[in-house]
């Protein structure tokens, strides 16, 4: 099948290389030159497992990119993987959106081919319908149902794991307004379909859009909860990560997400979270839970920097944080817990020195006042307390020995042999 897919981001490319990689012809469409020449010349613009090996086999065959919309009209299909970030108040800022489906409806307006055009970005109830389409038929004066029709696909992968996520996914989940829209997704999914374990939901676009935040808020409340379970297994000095894996063995429950800690960040669970939030607020509904889910995350790094001041006076005193990314096989830092721990050792007057195997250079340039090591070794010699903000393997069994003094708080679980520290605290343990 010919389809393109427009932006090319951590979606956009995983799944243009993805389907290209399922036999399907694939064009990028881009705003971003650099993105589009890279992917052309066989490269990965993001870092992902599986990505650049898949791009480098497909690009110029079947798997091409480009800055001009009018790509589109060669396609059959179209999925906008455009960004939907907040707004300063926490909404769901759509005017890349709309912008996209602008650009998308111009281009269509010169073809009287029929199209499908899939939304794959995370928006809320409603927008599908009520925003993607109406600009549509505005820009490409052909009607919704009568030339061009409309889909829901959300999308569920994870950074990281985005190609594996992909192609060997849970679920599957077409929000559909017709079966001809229904019958082209499956056809487009076959292989992925046709694999033990994926399920497959068909249901409405509305459904479809509230799926995917519905998932958001629920493992970013887990998470949630499991902290606060483990906040109050602190308080009766009980380990609460020995009581959850107990209590995962639930099967209703599940072992998985039960990490307790320093809590979430990243590109996804804090805007979505807050999309939901405050989309839910303007139809007259109060999210109590979300709202506490959101507050127990927020104290998180706050209650790491408390247990750390109850060991080491902070002004002045030299701190180490291992770990900026939000958690850890990427180098994304948007939302991180580690920026919280930061700030908060920052207000105290602390002297930071920050140590993360491949984020520092996306931190620096927005706390150019803290020092940054090039070796976790390094952060930790002479330091007078060191805080774990993300999970990296290469923290476990690290040795403290180059401290002045040997304080440690973990806010992430790592191995440590705590026989070898002065003082270690574990956020929730
Ligand atoms: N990142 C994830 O792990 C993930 C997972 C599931 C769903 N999502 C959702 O998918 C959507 C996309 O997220 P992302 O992380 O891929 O975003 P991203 O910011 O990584 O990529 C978006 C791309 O769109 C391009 N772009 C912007 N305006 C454009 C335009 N008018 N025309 C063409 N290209 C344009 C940008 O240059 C960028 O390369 C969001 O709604 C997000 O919430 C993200
Ligand atoms: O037991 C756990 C699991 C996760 N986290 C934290 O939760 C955050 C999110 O982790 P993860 O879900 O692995 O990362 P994302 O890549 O942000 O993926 C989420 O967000 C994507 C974008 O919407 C969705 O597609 C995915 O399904 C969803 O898992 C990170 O800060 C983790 O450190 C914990 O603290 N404890």
């Given amino acids: 099948m010919n389809v393109s897919i427009i932006g090319s981001g951590y979606v956009g490319t995983t799944v243009a290389a993805c389907l290209a990689d399922l036999g399907h012809d694939v064009v990028n469409v881009e705003i971003d030159e650099e993105i589009v020449e890279t992917i052309n010349a066989g490269e990965a613009p993001i870092h992902e497992s599986g990505l650049a090996e898949r791009i480098a086999e497909h690009a110029g065959t079947t798997l091409r ?5 009018d790509a589109v ?23 890349i959106m709309e912008a996209g489906a602008e650009s998308l409806g ?27 389409g109406p600009i549509l038929e505005r820009e490409s004066g052909t009607e919704i149902g009568d030339g061009i029709a409309l889909a829901m696909n959300p999308e569920f992968l994870r950074m990281g794991t985005a190609v594996r996520d992909f192609l060997e ?21 076959a292989p992925i379909l ?10 409405d676009i509305r459904e479809a859009e509230l799926i995917k935040y519905a998932n958001n808020a629920f493992l970013a409340s887990k998470v949630s909860l499991v902290n606060e379970l483990g906040n109050i297994a602190r308080e009766y ?48 509904y109060d999210p109590e839970l979300l709202d506490a889910a959101v507050a127990v995350n927020d104290e998180q790094p706050r209650r790491l920097v408390g247990l750390l001041a109850d060991h080491v006076s902070l002004s002045g005193a030299r701190i180490a944080v291992l770990g900026l990314s939000f958690k850890p096989g990427t180098d994304d830092v948007r939302k991180s817990r580690a920026l919280d721990v930061i700030a908060e050792l920052t207000e105290r007057g602390a002297d930071v020195v920050a140590y993360d195997p491949v984020a520092i250079e996306n931190v620096r340039p927005d706390y150019p006042g803290i020092e940054y090591a090039d070796t976790a070794e390094r952060a930790l010699a002479g330091a007078d307390g060191a805080v774990v ?33 002065d003082v270690y605290e574990g956020l929730t343990w």
């Fill in 194 to 203: 046709e694999r033990a374990g994926t399920d497959l939901v068909e249901t």
């Fill in 237 to 284: 000095g009980a380990d609460a990560y020995e009581v959850l894996e107990a209590v995962g063995l639930d099967e209703r429950i599940s072992e998985r997400f039960m990490r307790s800690g320093l809590g979430w960040g990243g590109s996804c669970f804090p805007k979505d979270v807050n999309a939901l939030r405050a989309g839910t607020r303007e139809q007259g």
């Fill in 106 to 132: 111009r281009a269509l307006a010169a073809t009287d081919d029929d199209h499908l055009v899939v939304v794959k970005s995370t928006v809320l109830p409603g927008t599908t319908e009520g925003v993607v």
């Fill in 65 to 69: 990119a480009t800055t001009e919309y």
């Fill in 73 to 95: 009209r060669e396609t059959e299909v179209t999925f906008l993987c455009l960004p939907t970030p907040q707004t300063d108040d926490g909404s769901l800022d759509l005017a």
């Fill in 169 to 189: 996914p849970d679920k599957v989940v077409f929000g559909t307004a017709d079966d001809e829209a229904a019958a082209t997704l499956r056809e487009l999914y």
């Fill in 389 to 421: 903000a993300t999970d990296w393997p290469e923290f476990d069994d690290l040795s403290f020995d180059g401290m002045a003094r040997a304080v440690v708080v973990d806010g992430r679980r790592i191995d440590v042999d705590e026989d070898a520290l």
